[in-house]
Each structure stands twice: as structure tokens, then as C-alpha cells.
């Protein structure tokens, strides 16, 4: 939850399809956080996941552009018209 | 004045003062590479631009140390040639591998100053892996880099001097802290004092911190142990243990964190060699005193051992001075002694903080088998169980082949010295006797097109792709 600078300017993005508003600097991480409880589910069947380590190190925060790109979204930060998803819209092998 | 190539990787305290230094004393061709868009590292991370807290609103008391660490590298970053946004991900043939902004490129050096920090040291309970669980570090991240908290009831679980700081500036940022389950008892901190006094300011910051929540009614348990993080797809409460009773709290968010372990991959891959540590139950990068590790490669903060914002600063310098030593340069012995002796008063104190929070690493006897273990791959401590009975590995290495925990996207950074306690309990052997998970590279992951881009065999590895391609396309 947020705790203070909500003055910065909106930014609006799209998660699994979905608007979104969110605030120019955020993190995808915290973004997504925001707008929900995961960032993705756990290739392995053990259930959602939302990161863990928070500075790029755990690699558990992986989400995905609507090309199929990875996206480490504790250290990617929110652009306008972002396309983001929970998991992978190609449907490629992980 | 030197114009050898000197390298250095990561902007926090030790690579901002390790810069400075040796700009200042007269190299003049610093490379500067750091993963993060910005300098300061995790302890003085920055915010993004755009937010407007003032500094002592972020780092609280050490508000003056982050402002003058920002302020030096801010000065030399135009003297440099300063690449943030951009991974190392690997060391080979004295040349630095990175992955940046402009894609792929490897960086020739003459000396190569590594200053990789920390991550927390995690030990898994059940349900560690839900979501709402996360690092003390990154707990502390979300609030200062972010303006937020990882949940409206938060708990902060585990042991160390982070626990009680990042509690306590949850509190003071308006967040609600519901508890502070610490995993050592107070008797331990008693046991350290008089270590602890080394450095007295540090010893009452902690005390304060702990009347501070007690005043605002935050529940501080000392001596638990952690049973389980419930709820089914993410956070619902913690329970735990305490003096024989058992009890269980509400939350929806836990900051999990046992201490740091240094984030040594790059200095192995450089040449560097490691060492256990028994105070600090941890393998660390094993030098000559002055940070060197390797031919030319020196190492600084807490990637090479842990000790905290300062002694990153002293060891980031330290490190300077042995490269300006070798180069044949003038090294000023004063600042050389103060950093001497500044040190030993930081290694009294780090003693007294791992006496006061020593990991409770007999719990892995007892974690239940269907616990998660290495959570890149879900592989369970009852796999590993039972790799290690019907496998026999004597050394975490084999171990990793045969049930592979620590083989995942993290490259064995949060499970790896799980795993050899795990071992080393199963097999009733001593920790050090079990070895390490070797850093391997790619340090972290990047896309197989990008190492290709410039690597050798990159036309054969072109092909293997688009054979890839053919095959998926052909379903």
C-alpha cells in the first residue's frame, strides 16, 4: 500500500489486458502489487508469486511484454501504454 | 597519474568511495558499472525522480551519510565513464561481460574493483513462497524507494539489526507493524554487550528503535521460532513458538530476513578464492587484508564480507589504496591507519551482532518435508532429504546435479547455503566441509540472443535459435 508521494503525475498501463492507473515512477512490481495480490504463478504448480527480494537478485518477479519478452519487475520501471502480463501471452516454451 | 584501465562494478559506498579516491590520487580512465539506473546502492538506494521526500525522511538518521555519498559519486560521475542500467554477467579473459541499455558489450581491464553487496540470508518456512512474503531488504526497499509497504498488516520475522530498523521505519513512514518475531533471545544481546559497545551509537540506535515500537504498541517476541506463513494464495498470518506455547497473528505481508550474504559470483569468476567464516557462519572472499583477491582484481563492502553502510565505505577506499599501490602511485599511510583502526572497531561490533543474532540453523532439521526449498525450481527439503540419503553427494555441487535446488533463475543465491546446512546437518558433518554452490555465469539471467550478440560461436548459436523457432512453430 501506498504510504505518501502520490503527487507524481498518472500513468496508465494495461495488466492481463486490463487499464490500469499508476503513478509515473513506480515500479511494475509495485504496480502490479497494487492493482492485485500476484505477479505471476509459479511455472512448477506450487501456487502465485509477487516477488521476494525486491532489488533484482531472486529473479522471482518475472513478467511479460506482449511479445513474449521477460520483464524483472521489481527494477523495470511503469511507462505509459505498458503491456504487461502475468504470464506469457506467446505461450512460449519458459 | 595513471592511465590503466581500472574497472569498477557497483555504485554503492565502497565503489563511490573506491571512484573517489582513485580519481582523485590521478587515474584517469575509471570505468564505473552499476545494475541500477542511479548510485548509492541498496542501503542509500535513491528514489526515482519525481518523488519529494527529503533525505532524513528516507534514511532517518544516516540522512547525512546517503546525502554525502550521493553528493561525491555525483561529483565524479562526469569524470568517469559511468554506465549504469547495466548487468555484469560474467568475468572471462580479463574482460567485464555486460548487458546494458545498448545491448551486450565486454570491457577490457587492467585492474577490476568489485563491490557486489549483499542480499538477505533467508532461512524457508512453510509458506515462504506465498505472496506478501518478502525480504527484510526488500521490505525496506518498497518503503524508501517506493513510498510504500509490502502490506497494510505487516509482521518482520527472522534475526538481525534489520528486523528492529526496518520495523521501525515502517512505523514512523505511518505503516501499520503488527510484530517484531525475533528468532534470538534477549539473553544473546545481554551475552554481546560489551562487543556491542565498540561502536556505542550503533548499539543505542538499536535501543531506541525497540522503545520506540514498544511505545506505539507494536508486539516485540524475542526467542520464537517461526512455525509457518499461512494462508493459500497469499498472506493470511504467521504463527510461531514461543517458550514452549504456540501462538499465531494476522497479517497480510511479512518481511522475512537472517542477516546478509555477500554477493560473491563475479569475484569467484574473476579468480577470487573464499573463505568460511565461523563467527558469521558464511563463506566470504578471502584477501590479503587490503582487498586484493586475485592478480589485479580487489574487492570492497559487502560483497566480500559483511559489515554494514560504513565499513563499505572504509573497504571501498581501502580497496582504492592497494590499487594505487600497485600502480606505483603515492598512497597516503594516515588515511591507511585510520581505516585500520576504524575496521578493527567495526569487526568488534559485527562480532557482537552475530552473537546477539546467530542463525538458527538447527530449525532445517525439523523443517517439514513438503517445504519449499530452492523456490526458482520447487524442489522440496523432502527432495533434497532424499538425494542426500539415496545419492550421497558430499559436496553441495553434486548435490545441486542430483535434485537440482540452487540450479534455477536466482543461480543458488537465496537456497544456496540452505542447502549445505542441510547437508551438512543431514550428513552430521561440519558446514565448511560441505563446500559451496560455485558461481557460475550467466551471473543472472539474460536473453540467449543478447550473450550470442557478441559472444564466440555466436552463428552457430543463431542457428540453434531459429531450429528452436522451426520446431516450435512446427508445434
Same mark, same amino acid.
Given at each position: 500500500m501506498r504510504l505518501g508521494e502520490q503527487a507524481r503525475p498518472a500513468v496508465e498501463i494495461k495488466i492481463d489486458g486490463k487499464r490500469f492507473s499508476?503513478?509515473?515512477?513506480?515500479?511494475?512490481?509495485?504496480?502490479?502489487?497494487?492493482?492485485?495480490?500476484?505477479?505471476?504463478?509459479?511455472?512448477?504448480? !506450487? @501456487?502465485? +508469486?509477487?516477488?521476494? /527480494?525486491?532489488?533484482?537478485?531472486?529473479?522471482?518477479?518475472?513478467? $511479460?511484454? &506482449? !511479445? @513474449?519478452? +521477460?520483464?524483472?519487475? /521489481?527494477?523495470?520501471?511503469?511507462?505509459?501504454?505498458?503491456?504487461? $502480463?502475468? &504470464? !506469457?501471452?506467446?505461450?512460449?516454451?519458459? | 597519474m595513471s592511465l590503466e584501465k581500472i574497472v569498477i562494478i557497483g555504485s554503492g559506498p565502497a565503489g563511490t568511495r573506491a571512484a573517489e579516491t582513485l580519481l582523485r590520487q590521478g587515474c584517469r580512465n575509471i570505468t564505473g558499472i552499476s545494475e541500477a539506473p542511479a548510485s548509492g546502492g541498496q542501503i542509500y538506494r535513491r528514489q526515482p525522480a519525481g518523488f519529494g521526500r527529503q533525505a532524513d525522511e528516507v534514511y532517518g538518521s544516516e540522512a547525512e551519510k546517503?546525502?554525502?555519498?550521493?553528493?561525491?559519486f555525483d561529483a565524479l560521475a562526469g569524470s568517469?565513464?559511468?554506465?549504469?542500467?547495466?548487468?555484469?554477467?560474467?568475468?572471462?579473459?580479463?574482460?567485464?561481460?555486460?548487458?546494458?541499455?545498448?545491448?551486450?558489450?565486454?570491457i577490457p581491464f587492467d585492474r577490476l574493483v568489485l563491490t557486489t553487496g549483499a542480499m538477505d540470508r533467508i532461512l524457508p518456512i512453510p509458506g515462504w513462497t506465498l505472496p506478501g512474503v518478502f525480504t527484510l531488504g526488500g521490505a525496506q526497499i518498497a518503503?524508501?524507494?517506493?513510498?510504500?509497504?509490502?502490506?497494510?498488516?505487516?509482521?518482520?520475522?527472522?534475526?538481525?539489526?534489520?528486523?528492529?530498523?526496518?520495523?521501525?521505519?515502517?512505523?514512523?513512514?505511518?505503516?501499520?507493524?503488527?510484530?517484531?518475531?525475533?528468532?534470538?533471545?534477549?539473553?544473546?544481546?545481554?551475552?554481546?554487550?560489551?562487543?556491542?559497545?565498540?561502536?556505542?551509537?550503533?548499539?543505542?540506535?538499536?535501543?531506541?528503535?525497540?522503545?520506540?515500537?514498544k511505545a506505539k504498541g507494536v508486539a516485540l517476541h524475542e526467542g520464537v521460532r517461526l512455525a509457518r506463513v499461512e494462508g493459500t494464495q497469499s498472506v493470511t498470518a504467521i504463527s510461531f513458538e514461543k517458550g514452549g506455547k504456540k501462538q499465531w497473528?494476522?497479517?497480510?505481508?511479512?518481511?522475512?530476513?537472517?542477516?546478509?550474504?555477500?554477493?560473491?559470483?563475479?569475484?569467484e569468476l574473476a579468480g577470487a578464492r573464499t573463505r568460511f567464516d565461523r563467527t558469521f557462519r558464511q563463506w566470504v572472499l578471502a584477501h590479503d587484508g587490503e582487498g586484493r583477491v586475485a592478480e589485479g582484481v580487489y574487492v570492497a563492502g559487502d560483497g566480500h564480507a559483511i559489515g554494514g553502510a560504513d565499513v563499505a565505505e572504509l573497504t571501498g577506499e581501502r580497496a582504492a589504496w592497494a590499487v594505487l599501490a600497485d600502480l606505483g602511485l603515492p598512497v597516503s599511510a594516515e588515511r591507511q591507519s585510520v581505516i585500520r583502526r576504524a575496521l578493527k572497531r567495526q569487526a568488534i561490533f559485527r562480532e557482537g551482532i552475530e552473537q546477539s543474532f546467530p542463525l538458527p540453523a538447527e530449525w532445517l532439521a525439523d523443517t517439514p518435508d513438503e517445504?519449499?526449498?530452492?523456490?526458482?525450481?520447487?524442489?522440496?527439503?523432502?527432495?533434497?532429504?532424499?538425494?542426500?540419503?539415496?545419492?550421497?553427494?558430499?559436496?553441495?555441487?553434486?548435490?545441486?546435479?542430483?535434485?537440482?535446488?540452487?540450479?534455477?533463475?536466482?543461480?543458488?543465491?537465496?537456497?544456496?547455503?540452505?542447502?549445505?546446512?542441510?547437508?551438512?546437518?543431514?550428513?552430521?558433518?561440519?558446514?565448511?566441509e560441505v563446500g559451496r554452490l560455485r558461481g557460475q555465469a550467466p551471473v543472472k539471467p539474460l536473453h540467449y540472443k543478447a550473450a550470442a550478440g557478441k559472444a564466440e560461436g555466436?552463428?552457430?548459436?543463431?542457428?540453434?535459435?531459429?531450429?528452436?523457432?522451426?520446431?516450435?512453430?512446427?508445434?
Open positions: 499508476c503513478l509515473a515512477g513506480d515500479t511494475v512490481l509495485t504496480a502490479v502489487l497494487l492493482a492485485g495480490r500476484h505477479l505471476r504463478q509459479s511455472e512448477f504448480g !506450487d @501456487g502465485p +508469486r509477487a516477488g521476494f /527480494c525486491n532489488m533484482g537478485a531472486c529473479q522471482d518477479c518475472w513478467m $511479460y511484454r &506482449a !511479445d @513474449g519478452e +521477460r520483464v524483472r519487475a /521489481c527494477t523495470t520501471y511503469v511507462e505509459g501504454g505498458m503491456d504487461i $502480463y502475468t &504470464a !506469457d501471452p506467446q505461450h512460449h516454451v519458459a | 546517503a546525502t554525502a555519498l550521493h553528493r561525491s568517469i565513464d559511468y554506465r549504469p542500467n547495466a548487468l555484469v554477467w560474467n568475468i572471462f579473459d580479463r574482460k567485464v561481460f555486460t548487458n546494458g541499455p545498448k545491448g551486450v558489450d565486454e518503503l524508501k524507494h517506493q513510498a510504500c509497504a509490502i502490506g497494510r498488516q505487516v509482521v518482520f520475522a527472522g534475526a538481525g539489526p534489520l528486523l528492529y530498523l526496518v520495523a521501525w521505519q515502517y512505523m514512523k513512514a505511518g505503516a501499520h507493524v503488527v510484530a517484531v518475531l525475533d528468532t534470538s533471545a534477549f539473553a544473546n544481546k545481554i551475552a554481546a554487550s560489551l562487543k556491542l559497545l565498540a561502536l556505542p551509537r550503533l548499539m543505542f540506535r538499536g535501543l531506541k528503535f525497540r522503545r520506540d515500537l497473528l494476522a497479517c497480510d505481508a511479512v518481511g522475512l530476513g537472517f542477516g546478509l550474504n555477500p554477493e560473491m559470483q563475479l569475484a517445504t519449499i526449498l530452492c523456490r526458482c525450481e520447487n524442489v522440496t527439503f523432502g527432495e533434497v532429504r532424499a538425494a542426500i540419503t539415496e545419492l550421497e553427494p558430499n559436496d553441495v555441487n553434486r548435490l545441486k546435479a542430483f535434485a537440482r535446488p540452487g540450479m534455477g533463475r536466482c543461480q543458488g543465491r537465496v537456497c544456496g547455503h540452505v542447502l549445505a546446512e542441510l547437508l551438512a546437518a543431514e550428513t552430521g558433518r561440519p558446514l565448511e555466436a552463428v552457430q548459436v543463431q542457428q540453434w535459435l531459429e531450429q528452436a523457432d522451426k520446431v516450435l512453430e512446427d508445434g
